[in-house]
């Protein structure tokens, strides 16, 4: 005897069908053994499709994480990026700060060299009247013992130089036999009157110096000085503005004739 599937009614073993409710015994005994075989060896005929889920979770966990992964990677690239250029660009800014601050300081000393008169220099190029100028502040604190120091200073307290160049024959006795230059004497005085020296040039730009003697019709020979060594005497002791203000006011008068 067995029992049908479909009813529970109990029919022969030989039945292949159920004389009951018609149901194919054969098949579902089949069915029935594979169903019991199953359970006696544990399979469960779901238990595939829950792997296969398990799986798939898993899988997309770990697509999650990756993707995740490389967001916060390339986030912290980035940002390490932007910080990099802005200390970058600080340490640009505050180069460029240190420049123009640097700039701004040597702007200052400069004017401030400019306005104290320490950087105002004389040089060989001169014209004639702070030529003289020049020559006349030499002169003066050279041979402090001479007439050129008294002339300095007379010129100075009056704002005035006056220059009478006098051409003189160089083969006759004249007082300028000792250094005669090209025979020309210029003279120098703080006023219209009373020169009491006077200065002649050689041609390789020598100064002769010379001052009146016991009389007026006799020169003192003082001394001679290139006219590179004139400047470089004056430049020392800080003559430029001294020698161009007497330039300024220097008066001129054209060549006349024999002494």
Known sequence: MKICPKCGQQVQASDQFCPHC???????????????????????????????????????????????????????????????????SSSTSLSSSSSESTVDESSQKTASSDSSG??????????????????????????????YKGNLQAAQEKNSLYIYPNKFPTDQKNGY?????????????????????????????????YQVGKTPLELDYLGSASWQSIINYDNQHNAAPVVRQLGSVAHLSEVSGDE
Request: aromatic letters at 8%.
């Open 177 to 209: 036999e000792a250094h005669p230059g090209q025979g020309v004497a210029y003279r120098l005085v703080p006023s219209q009157i009373d020169a009491s020296i006077s200065y002649t040039l050689d041609q390789d730009q020598t100064v002769n110096f």
């Open 118 to 147: 320490s950087t105002d220099k004389l040089s060989t190029n001169l014209g004639p009247q702070e030529t003289a100028a020049a020559i006349l502040f030499y002169g003066g604190h050279k041979y402090p013992d001479s007439l």
């Open 22 to 88: 018609g149901t194919a015994l054969a098949t579902n005994e089949a069915a029935t053994t594979t169903r019991q075989s199953r359970r006696q060896t544990g399979q469960n005929p779901k238990a595939p499709k829950k792997r296969w889920r398990r799986w798939l979770a898993l899988a997309v966990v770990v697509a999650l994480l990756l993707i995740g992964g490389g967001w916060w990677f390339k986030h912290t690239q980035n940002q390490s990026v932007v910080e990099t250029a802005s200390s970058q």
